[in-house]
């Protein structure tokens, strides 16, 4: 009779590439942060004097590239965690990814498009776009539960503890309209997905 082994929970080590990107996630959005308050003061609050000025583009600018880090992160995870390949695991993987690259979108426009309607269309900017808002909304409301779903596949699998939850925790507030609301997201990636995951993976004969 044949002996069948069970698949591993995870792949062979040094192909962990993933890490690098998912670690990178929560510092960039923790100096997105700084740097946002920092053009807040230096433009006395004004929305539109921030969307045009350095620190504001620049505040964007480390935010997009929080997004991006932790959506190529997700791109390489698949390659080390076989349950993310197969089944529930996989429509989490691609919820997660749809809705933090739909996210990743919308600070792009900040970048991009809100520095130029400052000058073209101040009151744009300072109202808001209604479309542009609900874009938000649905953006972040994708990529929370895309990271939720992933996080329970990853405690299923017994690749995370105590940091899953935590994702769990930062995933449901990035549903919610409070504000800043990807610093915890992009901080629990960090420490979830780039710190934990990888020394379990890696750690692994």
């Known amino acids: 009779m044949l002996d069948v ?6 792949a062979a080590p040094g192909t962990d590439r993933w890490r690098p990107a998912f670690i990178l996630a929560g510092p960039a959005a ?10 807040a003061g230096a ?7 921030m969307a045009s000025s350095g620190l504001g583009i620049a505040s964007s600018l480390t935010a997009l590239l929080a997004l991006l880090a932790m959506t190529i ?20 993987w691609a919820v997660a990814t749809i809705g933090t690259v739909l996210t990743a979108g919308a600070y792009w426009s ?24 609900a874009g938000f909304v649905v953006s972040y409301l994708v990529m929370g539960l895309g990271w939720l779903l992933t996080a329970v596949v990853l405690l299923r699998a017994r690749l995370l503890r105590v940091s899953g939850w935590f994702l ?36 692994q004969p």
């Open 73 to 92: 992160g997700l791109a390489a995870l698949p390659a080390q965690v076989p349950a993310i390949r197969q089944g529930f695991g996989r429509i989490a």
């Open 168 to 203: 769990i925790l930062a995933a449901l507030v990035a549903i919610t309209p409070l504000p800043f609301r990807y610093l915890p997201l992009a901080i629990a990636v960090s420490i979830a997905c780039g710190a934990r995951l990888g020394r379990r993976t890696t750690s």
């Open 110 to 133: 900040s970048v991009f498009v809100q520095p130029g309607l400052a000058h073209s269309a101040p009151d744009a900017v300072r109202n808001g776009l209604a479309s542009v808002t």
């Open 5 to 10: 082994q069970p698949a591993p929970a995870i």
């Open 43 to 49: 433009a006395s609050g004004d929305a539109v004097v």
């Open 30 to 39: 923790l100096v997105s942060i700084v740097l946002l308050f920092a053009a």
